[in-house]
């Protein structure tokens, strides 16, 4: 099976702008989430997508949203763009429905915010 | 909410040797599981050990193994034989709750250096 992956690998935006970031999670998975990871704040939790709808949302601002397609691929927006924007964007998929169940996570995408 | 915490930002160890990595959370609930992940310099997050806590007896995984103490709240890994590959982010997990779905709440991390 082929693992979880995010494109782009690499972005770079300037502040105000938007981005879009992709998660093709693993064949049969339905579970998406996300996680944004800085040197910090560590890892913290962004959002889960279930089925194309989304299960539960972490402590981040309005201008994080994501969705989630019938084929379960993923998407993640960020709109106007700040500095501390800047991160690495993990995306994990899981078989099950609680994190019980092993999470498999892709490479990650790298954003920089100038 | 769930508290996780690992003390130790940063450690090494000589190739062969063993070492212990510590992590401590804070849950009311008492059936629940504990992750240690690996994240090696290439990124790309792997799961390492796995611990189910109504299990007493420790998890193990080839030369990975747990020292879990329910009572304490304490799941510490230890790696033992270290390989240079064994170089990476390890970090401690802890899934959201029963309403929590897939999230996983992280503790903040040690990087790991093994020494040839």
């Known amino acids: 099976k082929a693992g979880v992956t995010q494109t782009p690998r690499y972005l770079i935006k300037t502040r105000g702008q938007q981005v879009t970031l992709s998660c093709s999670p693993i064949?049969?998975?339905?579970?998406v989430s996300w996680y944004q990871q800085t040197p910090g704040q560590g890892l913290q939790f962004l959002f889960e997508?279930?089925?194309?709808?989304?299960?539960n949302k972490g402590n981040f601002p309005g201008r994080f949203s994501g969705r989630q397609f019938s084929n379960s691929r993923s998407e993640m927006n960020v709109s106007t763009l700040e500095l501390g924007d800047s991160a690495l964007y993990l995306c994990?998929?899981?078989?099950?429905?609680?994190?019980?169940?092993?999470?498999?996570f892709g490479p990650g995408t790298r954003l920089t915010v100038l | 909410a769930q508290t996780v915490t690992q003390s130790q930002p940063e450690m090494s160890v000589q190739e062969a040797e063993t070492v212990t990595l510590s992590c401590t959370y804070d849950t009311s609930e008492n059936n629940y599981y504990l992750f240690w992940y690996k994240q090696p310099p290439s990124r790309q997050m792997i799961l390492v050990i796995r611990q189910e806590a109504y299990k007493q007896q420790n998890a193990t995984e080839n030369r990975f193994s747990v020292n879990f103490q329910k009572a304490a709240k304490s799941f510490s890994l230890k790696i033992s034989d270290s390989q240079l590959g064994d170089t990476a982010m390890y970090f401690c997990a802890f899934p959201g709750g029963n309403n929590a779905g897939n999230m996983l709440t992280f503790g903040g991390g040690t990087r790991l250096m093994v020494k040839p």
């Open positions: 064949s049969g998975h339905r579970s």
């Open positions: 997508y279930f089925s194309e709808t989304q299960r």
């Open positions: 994990a998929s899981s078989g099950g429905q609680s994190a019980y169940n092993e999470q498999f």
